[in-house]
């Protein structure tokens, strides 16, 4: 069973069409959400922590929130440098040998089209 | 940069050769990992040293084989591979010190195994 969703899989906007991805959790007890944004042949670049439930966090075109269950990442007016592919990692308690281990989920693949 | 480094960017190798990957952090971070990200699938934890030492290892086949000579560098060295091990290999490291858990990634390094 995925720990981590992320929904859409894929979506594609047009440019200043604003719009939320999703990031679900099933776990209780998180330690930490993280926002990451992945470039074609690039390796993940951090963009939000959030730790608890009501927290937003901002960065230019993008706002991050988070619940009890999930998190939301918001694009206001996007542009099409804004598309890659956005990964949500969970920090969870109980990570076996690794305290800080994080869990992925699969992306959202972001295309903005101009 | 990310401060992170990654070497080489990309590999084709053969099934019956040997090569490592390098991974280089000067973040004074004190947890190193190993990750595969294979296409449509979650970023896929391999290995995790802390203070050189291994803490976790994912079940990983053993013709992986993870190095960790000191806090800065982190090897993997690979040997009689399937084509089923095409996929970019990320290093990522953390603070386990600071209690933000986020991780700074490398560029990975893009496996071909033929």
């Known amino acids: 069973e995925d720990q981590v969703t992320q929904s859409p899989e894929a979506l594609r906007l047009q440019e200043g069409e604003s719009s939320s991805l999703n990031c679900s959790y099933t776990v209780s007890g998180l330690r930490g959400l993280f926002w990451y944004r992945q470039d074609p042949g690039k390796g993940p670049e951090f963009l939000f922590t959030?730790?608890?439930a009501g927290e937003e966090k901002e960065k230019e075109r993008l706002k991050a929130t988070l619940t009890k269950k999930e998190s939301f990442l918001h694009i206001t007016a996007p542009k099409p440098e804004d598309s890659a592919t956005y990964l949500c990692?969970?920090?969870?308690?109980?990570?076996?040998?690794?305290?800080?281990?994080?869990?992925f989920g699969k992306g959202t693949l972001l295309t903005v089209n101009p | 940069e990310t401060g992170v480094t990654q070497t080489p960017r990309h590999l084709v190798m053969g099934m019956t050769n040997k090569k490592s990957l390098k991974c280089e952090q000067h973040?004074?971070?004190?947890?190193m990992y190993w990750y595969k990200q294979s296409a449509k699938k979650p970023l896929e934890l391999m290995f995790v040293?802390?203070?050189?030492?291994?803490?976790e290892n994912n079940s990983v086949p053993s013709r992986f084989s993870p190095e960790c000579p000191n806090s800065s560098h982190l090897f993997l060295h690979l040997h009689t591979l399937q084509p089923e091990d095409s996929a970019l290999y990320l290093c990522?490291?953390?603070?386990?010190?600071?209690?933000?858990?986020?991780?700074?990634f490398g560029s990975g390094t893009r496996l071909t195994v033929v």
């Open positions: 990522a490291s953390s603070s386990t010190v600071t209690g933000s858990y986020g991780y700074t």
């Open positions: 990692a969970v920090h969870l308690p109980n990570s076996g040998g690794s305290n800080y281990k994080l869990t």
């Open positions: 973040l004074g971070h004190n947890a």
């Open positions: 959030l730790y608890s």
């Open positions: 040293y802390s203070l050189e030492e291994r803490v």
